[in-house]
C-alpha cells in the first residue's frame, strides 16, 4: 500500500484524497482548518459535493483516512492549497509556498511532490524548485516535481477525476511519468504528458477561454439593450451556426478558476494580454449593470428587492469570488432592504441575515435570481403573488419558469425601460 499526504482539504483537496483512498493508497490529508479535521476523522465533510459524503465516511471508516495539521512522511504528497490574488490582481503564492516548506520537513530521496494549485506560468521552474534546491536535492533525479492542474466542475468532481483526461507536466521527463503513475491509479482518460510550465499555462488558458467567452455575451447583452435587440435569442440562433458557441451571460464570473486564472497570465505578459484584460473588465462589471436594471425595476433605493441565490454557480455551495455577493454587498451599500435565501448556503458562510423563500419575497418589490439552482427553476408563485409588493422576477441565469401571466418576468433577452417594467 502507497502513502499519500495531501496538503490542502478544500473543494480540491478533500475530494482528490477521497478517491486515492478509494482506490487503495492510504493517505493523510492536512488542513489548517481544526473544524474540517474534525468534521473528516468523524467521516464528514465540510463543503458540499455530490457522493463526497459516502466516500470520505467509507475511507475513514477503512482506515485509508485520517486528518490532521501536520504533515506527514509518504511516497508522495499533492499540494492542493488556494492561490488566491492580491488587491492589485497579482497571484498569492505564500500558500504553496508555506506547503511546499511543509513538504521539505518530510521528503525523502524517491518521493513525488505534485502541485495540483493553480498557478502563474514558471512557478514550478522559478518558485517551487528551487526550494528543494535551496535545501540540497536534485529536483527529477532525488524527487520528482510536477504540475498536474485540476479541471474539474463542482457537482460532477468525483466523476470528472476519473472520467477526464489529465494534464501531467513535470518538471523533467522522469518527473512526468512518476506522476503519471500516480494518477493511473484511477484516471480513466488520457494522461497528457508535458512539461510543467505547459501544464500551468494550459490550465489558465482553459478558464481564460471561458471568460473570454462570457465576456463577448455580457457585452452583446449591454450592446442589445441599447438598441433593444433580444439578446438571448441572438445567442440561440447564432449557435445554430455549425461553428458558432456563444456562452451564456450572467450577472458576472465567479468561482476559484475562472474569476481569477486570467489574472495570473496578466501578471506575467501585460501588454500582451490585452484581450484577457478587457474580458475581466467586461465580467467585473456585470455586477453594476446587474444593479442598474434593479434600479429600473424598483421605486427606490429604499425598496425590498429579494435576492434568490448567492453561489457562482447552480447547486453547489461555494460563495468564492461569486458576483452575487458583490451585488449583495453594493445593494446593502446603496440602502436597499434585503431578502437573502439560499438553500445551499449556512448563515455562518456569510455576514448578513439570510431568509426562507417566503420571508425573502415578502414585500419585495424585485425579486432578484443571481443563481441557477435547481430549486429555482420552479418557484412558489403563490408566495409572490401574495407575499410580494410587485411581482416582478428578474432573473440573470434564465432559469426561471414562470407560470402566472400576473407574474412579469425580465431576463437578459427583454430588458426595456423603467416605464414599461413598472407597467405590472
Known sequence: MKNLCVIG?????????AMFAHHGWKVHGVDVNPR????????????????????????????KLKASPNTVEADCFIIAVPTPHTSDNKANLDYVVQATRSVLEKVE???????????????????VAPLFEEAGWLVGEDIYLAHCPERVLP??????????????????????????????????????????????????????????????????VKISERLGIDALEVIQLANHHPRVNLHQPGPGVGGHCLAVDPYFIIEKAPEESKLISDARVINNSMPDFVIQQVEKLTESRNSKVAILGLTYKGNIDDVRESPAMEIVEKLLD????????????????VEFKLSSFADAVAEAECIL?????????????????????????????????VKSKQIKYVNFGNLTTKSTFLRV
Open 9 to 17: 482539504l478544500g473543494y480540491i483537496g478533500l475530494p482528490t484524497a
Open 36 to 63: 474540517a479535521v474534525d468534521m473528516i476523522n468523524r467521516g464528514e465533510i465540510h463543503i458540499e459535493e455530490v457522493g463526497l459524503q459516502e466516500m470520505v465516511k467509507q475511507a475513514v471508516e477503512g482506515g
Open 109 to 127: 530521496k524517491g518521493n513525488i511532490v505534485i502541485v495540483e494549485s493553480t498557478i502563474p506560468p514558471r512557478t514550478i521552474n522559478d518558485v
Open 155 to 220: 457537482g460532477r468532481i468525483l466523476i470528472e477525476l476519473v472520467e477526464n483526461n489529465r494534464i501531467i507536466g513535470g518538471i523533467n521527463e522522469a518527473s512526468t511519468d512518476k506522476a503519471a503513475e500516480v494518477y493511473a491509479t484511477f484516471v480513466k482518460g488520457d494522461l497528457l504528458k508535458t512539461s510543467a510550465l505547459s501544464a500551468e499555462m494550459s490550465k489558465l488558458m482553459e478558464n481564460t477561454y471561458r471568460d473570454v467567452n462570457i465576456a463577448l455575451a455580457n457585452e452583446l
Open 334 to 349: 446603496q440602502g436597499y432592504d434585503l431578502g437573502v435565501y439560499d438553500p445551499h448556503i449556512k448563515q455562518e458562510q
Open 369 to 401: 435570481v443571481l443563481t441557477d439552482h435547481n430549486e429555482f427553476k420552479d418557484l412558489d408563485e403563490g408566495a409572490i403573488l401574495t407575499g410580494s409588493k410587485r411581482p416582478i422576477i428578474l432573473d440573470t441565469k434564465n432559469c426561471v419558469v
